[in-house]
T-cell receptor, first 109, second 112 residues
């Protein structure tokens, strides 16, 4: 079967760095996405990785290792507004997105 | 209109009733999707459409139907609602099926 695993919840301190991991087992791989979702709102696109390595976009970076079925989202200089759920999704061989359940990130002052 | 809109924002529905959730996008995206989001689970694809005039079944299509008469609109119909269809429903679109998906604000549906 297809499976995306990510931690249910993480807590971090304002100004710190946090890494949210995602492991996947899917039928085929055509890219991995990270989305941010604030409570009661829609998911919004953060990053996309299709090749191995690190993609940096401001305070957020995303890493992919296809051989290990592994990705992480790195958030630097955490701000209170970063409190949200972070969703990992893999596009499979049918170009459908398979979604993880999301990681709820709690930022403390 | 800017982006994707969904209506209604929320709805309480009696079991057995018919309900249509509306989704409209003004980005001229070819592909559109319907997901449901339940606590503790990832987003699950209900139906999708890669282009106007075509639709396909996702992971959880039973009890739902869709149509895609034109590029902009992608309504989702529950023919006879059941309590297990209580969920938050998100519509999304992408330029092509292989591109990034962008989401509407969602519809919170409660079936009693």
């Amino acid at each position: 079967g297809q499976n995306i695993d990510q931690p249910t919840e993480m807590t971090a301190t304002e100004g710190a760095i946090v890494q949210i991991n995602c492991t996947y087992q899917t039928s085929g791989f055509n890219g991995l996405f990270w989305y941010q979702q604030h409570a009661g709102e829609a998911p919004t696109f953060l990053s996309y990785n299709v090749l191995d390595g690190l993609e940096e976009k401001g305070r957020f970076s995303s890493f992919l290792s296809r051989s290990k079925g592994y990705s992480y989202l790195l958030l630097k200089e955490l701000q209170m507004k970063d409190s949200a759920s972070y969703l990992c999704a893999v596009r499979d061989s049918n170009y459908q997105l398979i979604w993880g359940a999301g990681t709820k990130l709690i930022i403390k002052p | 209109i800017a982006g994707i809109t969904q209506a209604p924002t929320s709805q309480i529905l009696a079991a057995g009733r018919r309900m249509t959730l509306r989704c409209t996008q003004d980005m001229r995206h070819n592909a559109m999707y319907w997901y449901r989001q339940d606590l503790g689970l990832g987003l699950r694809l209900i139906h999708y459409s890669n282009t106007a005039g075509t639709t396909g079944k996702g992971e959880v299509p039973d009890g739902y139907s869709v149509s895609r008469a034109n590029t902009d609109d992608f309504p989702l119909t529950l023919a006879s609602a059941v309590p297990s269809q209580t969920s938050v429903y998100f519509c999304a679109s992408s330029r092509q099926s292989e591109d990034t998906q962008y989401f509407g604000p969602g519809t919170r549906l409660t079936v009693l």
